[in-house]
C-alpha cells in the first residue's frame, strides 16, 4: 500500500513538495506518492504599507501608475497622479473602518477610465532599491499560478456595475503589455453590501506550456479601471497581495525493495533526480516517525539505502522529496 501522511515536525511549514511512500513488509515496484508543491511569491509593497501615513500618500512605492491619457483634463478636479495612492485605516470603533485590513494600510484607486497601478521587473516609482525590492518572478515552464486580492468597491458613491480588471501579465520585446489571465470585478451592493470588509478576487493561470509566448518571461501584476466614461466617480479600495506558484507535478519516480536473506537485510532504491534531496523515515506504528537518513542527494543516478530487517522492529518506511 501506498499513502502521503503528515510532515514529521522537522518539515512542517518548509518548502517542500510532500511525497510519502510507506512500506509494508516486502512489497516490490512501489510507486512514490506525490502532489504538486506550492510556494508563496513574494510581492513588494503587496499589503501598501510604504509609503507610511497618517492619513493619504499619492505615492505608492515599488508600484507604477499608467500613463495619463491625453484626453483627461489635467486642470479640473483632480490631478492624474492623485487618482491613486495609499491610505491608513480609521480606528476600530470608527464607522468606516475596514475590519480585516491587512496592516494598516491599503490602496485607493478612482473609477476613473484608465487609472491603474502595475507591478513588474522593470515598473516603480521609487528608486530607492530599499522600499523597492525587486519583483523578478517569471513565467516557469510547467508552473501555475494564483493571484489573490482583497476588493472593496461601492467607494464614493460608485455606480453599480462599474468594472475593474486584475491581471497577470507579460511584456513582449517592444514593452507592450499582453494578459496571460484577466479577472474582472463588477461593483454591486451585494457584493460590497457594508463597506467594512474586504473580499478576495482571485486570478488563476493555466499550466505555463514551452510554447507560450510569456514562457520564461517576467511576470506583473496589474489593477486597471474599465470604467466607460459615463459611468466615471466613486473609488475601489484593494489590499492584501498575494502570489502562489503551484510548482510542476513530475511524474513521481518508482521504488524498488531488493531483500538479502543472507545478510538479513533490505535495499530500498530510487532513480535519484537533479535539484531533489531526499530523506528517509521509518515508523513502527504509520504515527511516529524518526529519520534514518535525511538529504540524500543524487544527479540522475539510483539512490540506494540497504538496512538490517530484524533490529529495530520497525515495519514502516518512506521517503520525502525535498525541493529547492
Known amino acids: 500500500m501506498a499513502s502521503p501522511l503528515n510532515a514529521p515536525k522537522h518539515l512542517r511549514n518548509s518548502r517542500i513538495g510532500r511525497m510519502g511512500v510507506i512500506f509494508a513488509g516486502i512489497v516490490l515496484g ?8 506550492k510556494r508563496a511569491l513574494l510581492v513588494p509593497n503587496g499589503s501598501f504599507e510604504s509609503p507610511t501615513t497618517d492619513f493619504v500618500n499619492i505615492r505608492v512605492d515599488g508600484w507604477l501608475k499608467t500613463a495619463r491619457p491625453a484626453d483627461y483634463p489635467e486642470g479640473g478636479g483632480f490631478l492624474w497622479d492623485q487618482l491613486a495612492g495609499v491610505f491608513r485605516n480609521t480606528p476600530p470603533g470608527s464607522p468606516d473602518h475596514l475590519s480585516n485590513m491587512d496592516g494598516k494600510q491599503a490602496l485607493y484607486l478612482f473609477a476613473i477610465p484608465g487609472v491603474g497601478l ?39 458613491g460608485m455606480r453599480p456595475g462599474v468594472p475593474i480588471d486584475i491581471d497577470l501579465y507579460w511584456r513582449d520585446e517592444l514593452g507592450k503589455i499582453h494578459s496571460v489571465s484577466t479577472t474582472r470585478v463588477t461593483n454591486s451592493q451585494a457584493l460590497y453590501p457594508d463597506r467594512q470588509q474586504f473580499v478576495d478576487e482571485v486570478v488563476v493561470t493555466p499550466l505555463v506550456q514551452p510554447t ?22 466613486g473609488y475601489w479600495d484593494l489590499d492584501n497581495i498575494r502570489l502562489e506558484q503551484e510548482l510542476p507535478d513530475l511524474e513521481a519516480p518508482r521504488m524498488t525493495l531488493r531483500v538479502d536473506p543472507t545478510s538479513q537485510s533490505w535495499t530500498i532504491s530510487w532513480p535519484g533526480r537533479r535539484g531533489e534531496s531526499y530523506d528517509l523515515m521509518e515508523s ?15 544527479n540522475d543516478t539510483t539512490i540506494e539505502q ?18 529547492p
Do not use: C
Not at 30 to 37: G, H, K, L, Q
Not at 309 to 321: D, K, L
Open 212 to 233: 507560450d509566448p510569456w514562457a520564461g518571461h517576467p511576470m506583473g501584476i496589474r489593477f486597471l479601471s474599465q470604467v466607460e466614461d459615463a459611468e466615471r466617480g
Open 118 to 156: 502595475l507591478k513588474d521587473a522593470t515598473s516603480t516609482d521609487s528608486p530607492d532599491s530599499s522600499t523597492n525590492p525587486t519583483f523578478s518572478h517569471r513565467f516557469e515552464i510547467g508552473s501555475r499560478y494564483t493571484l489573490r486580492v482583497g476588493v472593496l468597491g461601492q467607494g464614493g
Open 306 to 323: 540497504t538496512l538490517p530487517i530484524g533490529n529495530s522492529g520497525h515495519n514502516f518506511m518512506r521517503v520525502f522529496v525535498r525541493r
Open 30 to 37: 512501489m510507486p512514490m506518492v506525490m502532489v504538486a508543491e
Open 284 to 298: 513502527s506504528d504509520l504515527l511516529a516517525w524518526s529519520p534514518v537518513v535525511l538529504r540524500l542527494t543524487a
